[in-house]
T-cell receptor, first 114, second 118 residues
């Protein structure tokens, strides 16, 4: 696609429910990143995928968070048993090789946990 | 560990004036990259400018320039002739060049909210 696509753009859920956030990176980009941005804050790095390689999960805030990337392309971030503190904008980004280059960001998913 | 500090939570600037957004960083790495991103109210992060730690010249991209002072670990963004459309959040970020292919992602500062007034 022309840019990084994220869906849904907004998600409202009840505490305790599971949610799935999707990211479709720019075609041909091997590197994919997930970030979380809480209200009025900077971006918190969550996880990085390079192609089909297993990701480093150490940045995920808790074991309720998981992410996968199928076929080296689309990625899904799953949050189980959501809590109110999970409310944030979840941003996905991709880059061509994952080396020292700029990241292209999607418009994010605004997650609200009631 | 890398750290980015942006000391200006908010700034008001008159249209057409130049703007300097401060950014200082802390790292023990010798090779690193510095980035500035703009985030308008739409939420998307827009890349503005990049400076490599070994680049001798300050980076420039149109109205944007990066005042890189390596000894001071400073990477201020300068916007010349500000426009109303420049109103947005601005984030300074960095990464280690040899971070194993981006394993640590970018480290971001908390941002500066810039408002351009007519």
């Amino acid at each position: 696609g022309a840019g990084v696509s994220q869906s849904p753009s907004n998600k409202v859920t009840e505490k305790g429910k599971d949610v799935e956030l999707r990211c479709d990176p720019i075609s041909g980009h091997t590197a994919l990143y997930w970030y979380r941005q809480s209200l009025g804050q900077g971006l918190e790095f969550l996880i990085y995928f390079q192609g089909n390689s297993a990701p480093d999960k150490s940045g995920l805030p808790s074991d309720r968070f998981s992410a996968e990337r199928t076929g080296g392309s689309v990625s899904t971030l799953t949050i189980q048993r959501t809590q109110q503190e999970d409310s944030a904008v979840y941003l996905c980004a991709s880059s061509l090789t994952g080396l020292n280059e700029k990241l292209f960001f999607g418009s994010g998913t605004q997650l609200s946990v009631l | 560990a890398q750290k980015i500090t942006q000391t200006q939570p908010g700034m008001f600037v008159q249209e057409k004036e130049a703007v300097t957004l401060d950014c200082t960083y802390d790292t023990s790495d010798q090779s690193y990259g510095l980035f500035w991103y703009k985030q308008p109210s739409s939420g998307e992060m827009i890349f503005l400018i990049y400076q490599g730690s070994y680049d001798e010249q300050n980076a420039t991209e149109g109205r944007y320039s990066l005042n890189f002072q390596k000894a001071r670990k400073s990477a201020n963004l300068v916007i010349s002739a500000s426009q109303l459309g420049d109103s947005a959040m601005y984030f300074c970020a960095m990464r280690d060049v040899y971070s194993g292919g981006g394993a640590d992602g970018l480290t971001f500062g908390k941002g500066t909210h810039l408002i351009i007034q007519p």
